[in-house]
């Protein structure tokens, strides 16, 4: 059983288009987070979500928006996709905020043309 | 500004012999550090964490060293095998809920057999 999974896997979509990544995790943790991976390598935290409330939001463009029906799911819906969005985005969970070991989905990759 | 740095984007070491990456951090308030590991495609791992009251944890092959006077931490793996080639990502936090997760770049492994 996939412990933290990401749909769908690879995205390829047009400049201008509203896209959504789901996240679903069967751990039982109370806590989850969205990374970009961009072209340079880097991780960058964007999102974390502790019992469906936002607690981290760090700079990111208003047309991604994190939602969280239920602990166990944080999906992220971007508007007026750019082609800078191209990247890497992962999902994680921890057991809760702070100090705590994170586990990663696989990984969605999406292309903007 | 890079807060968690791993310097040495690549490293190959024989099969048997013993792999040291090296990461550094300038966020003195950090006091949790994991080691990741990633193959292509795929997630990053959970392989290893310290936390700031110890210098040392070991896991079977893999041992973690924490200096915290030089804000450097470093993962031995020995024995190293073909399997330990990927990317190994460094990161760090602090124990407080709010406290991202930093990532640094990462070091790709190659283990040669």
């Known amino acids: 059983d996939t412990a933290v999974s990401q749909t769908p896997k690879y995205l390829v979509t047009q400049m201008g288009n509203d896209k959504s990544i789901k996240c679903e995790q069967n751990l039982g943790h109370d806590t989850m987070y969205w990374y970009k991976q961009d072209s340079k390598k880097f991780l960058k935290i964007m999102f974390s979500y502790n019992n469906k409330e936002l607690i981290i939001n760090e700079t990111v463009p208003n047309r991604f928006s994190p939602k969280s029906p239920d602990k166990a799911h944080l999906n992220l819906h971007i508007n007026s996709l750019e082609l800078g969005d191209s990247a890497v985005y992962f999902c994680?969970?921890?057991?809760?905020?702070?100090?705590?070991?994170?586990?990663f989905g696989p990984g969605t990759r999406l292309l903007v043309l | 500004d890079q807060q968690v740095k791993q310097n040495s984007p690549s490293l190959s070491v024989q099969e048997g012999r013993i792999s040291i990456l090296n990461c550094d951090y300038t966020?003195?308030?950090?006091?949790?550090f994991l080691w990741y590991k990633k193959y292509p495609a795929e997630g990053p791992t959970f392989l290893i964490s310290i936390s700031s009251i110890k210098d040392k944890n070991e896991d079977g092959r893999f041992t973690v060293f924490l200096n915290k006077s030089a804000k450097h931490l470093s993962l031995h793996i020995v024995p190293s095998q073909p399997g330990d080639s990927a990317v190994y990502f460094c990161?760090?936090?602090?124990?407080?809920?709010?406290?991202?997760?930093?990532f640094g770049k990462g070091t790709r492994l190659s283990v040669i057999a």
């Open positions: 990161a760090a936090s602090g124990l407080s809920g709010n406290t991202p997760l930093v």
């Open positions: 966020n003195s308030m950090f006091d949790y």
């Open positions: 994680a969970s921890s057991l809760r905020t702070g100090g705590e070991t994170q586990y």
